[in-house]
């Protein structure tokens, strides 16, 4: 068993600290994986993309960075960003861009991984839809049973070029202090209940137990609450259903991939090596907002 552990990679205008979401996954003994993994937003800012390799589940050790890995992403607008080395096996653009519905974008990964003079090429691709928008966000406490819940209710709209076939949203929570290394987090998919029109109208998304004593330090008033809206690409919203559905945590969007999940990167060139991740191209809605009280109290 191999044991991977990822970057949670908040936006770059989010100002909570980023964290780390450790996920055990059965991989074939002995045989060490690339992981890939990157996402294109609709934000105008650096956007990372991290190569690490697998570690056996019996190590102490975090996984190790790939450092040396020659990195572009080009566009179906003939568009070419070049990313350099930023940290920790993570790679940034050299210049802001900003993802644009109906693009579709291309990651290249080059790198000589056994050191043999010859590289290893990865690929994958993925197109934006246009995104979904959330306008506002509330915290409704509720009874179920004897137990006191917060619900999670939302306000906006779906994109006007929305069809039958749409694969369905993201959605993810973030909870916690602004110095909180680990924030508590959830994400859910949601599809037929938003086939019937473009409007989002108090629509009840995350059912939360604000007095899990697991959670007592993220629910504390005066935490800062961020919720998205991802708008995935069909093949980027299978393999968001399959990594909820292999892991049993509270995973974020940014959070790692079990191996198991459906990946987009290929290789096509140099000596056959293991790779798991997801390259994405997703537009995204956020709103932030601060936590006023505990239900219940």
């Known amino acids: 068993m191999i044991r991977i552990s990822f970057p949670i990679l908040l936006a770059a205008t989010c100002i909570m600290a980023s964290c780390k979401d450790t996920i055990e996954v059965d991989f074939r003994e002995g045989k060490e994986y690339i992981v890939i993994g990157g996402r294109i937003t609709n934000e105008?800012?650096?956007?990372?993309?991290?190569?690490?390799?697998?570690?056996?589940?019996?190590?102490?050790?975090?996984?190790?960075?790939?450092?040396n890995a020659r990195v572009k992403v080009t566009d179906s607008n003939g568009n070419v960003y070049n990313y350099q080395h930023y940290a920790q096996g993570e790679y940034e653009s050299l210049t802001?861009?900003?993802g644009e519905p109906g693009v579709t974008y291309n990651m290249e990964v080059k790198v000589d991984l056994d050191n043999d003079g010859i590289y290893e090429i990865f690929t994958a691709s993925?197109?934006?839809?246009?995104?979904?928008?959330?306008?506002?966000?509330?915290?409704?406490?509720?009874?179920l049973l004897s137990k006191e819940l917060?619900?999670?209710?939302?306000?906006?709209?779906?994109?006007?070029?929305?069809?039958?076939?749409?694969?369905?949203?993201?959605?993810?929570?973030?909870?916690?202090?602004?110095?909180?290394?680990?924030p508590y987090s959830d994400m859910m998919l949601m599809n037929e209940e938003l086939n019937d029109n473009?409007?989002?109208?108090?629509?009840?998304?995350?059912?939360?137990?604000?007095?899990?004593?697991?959670?007592?330090?993220?629910?504390?008033?005066?935490?800062?609450?961020?919720?998205?809206?991802?708008?995935?690409?069909?093949q980027y919203y299978d393999f968001l259903r399959a990594s909820k559905e292999n892991t049993t945590s509270n995973i974020p969007v940014y959070g790692g991939p079990p191996a198991n999940s459906s990946t987009n990167i290929r290789q096509t060139g140099g000596t056959k090596t293991p790779v798991?991740?997801?390259?994405?191209?997703?537009?995204?809605?956020k709103i932030y907002t601060i936590l006023e009280r505990q239900s219940g109290k």
């Open 44 to 67: 105008n800012f650096y956007h990372p993309i991290t190569i690490t390799r697998s570690t056996h589940i019996t190590s102490t050790e975090a996984p190790q960075t790939v450092t």
């Open 96 to 98: 802001y861009y900003e």
């Open 126 to 143: 993925d197109i934006m839809r246009s995104n979904a928008e959330v306008d506002r966000i509330k915290l409704e406490p509720y009874k």
């Open 150 to 182: 917060t619900m999670v209710l939302i306000w906006g709209r779906l994109p006007e070029t929305k069809r039958e076939n749409d694969p369905g949203y993201c959605f993810n929570i973030i909870v916690g202090s602004l110095d909180d290394y680990k």
């Open 198 to 234: 473009l409007m989002l109208d108090s629509l009840p998304t995350f059912s939360i137990d604000l007095n899990n004593k697991e959670y007592e330090d993220k629910f504390e008033a005066g935490n800062l609450v961020e919720f998205k809206i991802l708008s995935p690409s069909e």
């Open 276 to 285: 798991t991740g997801f390259f994405a191209a997703c537009s995204e809605s």
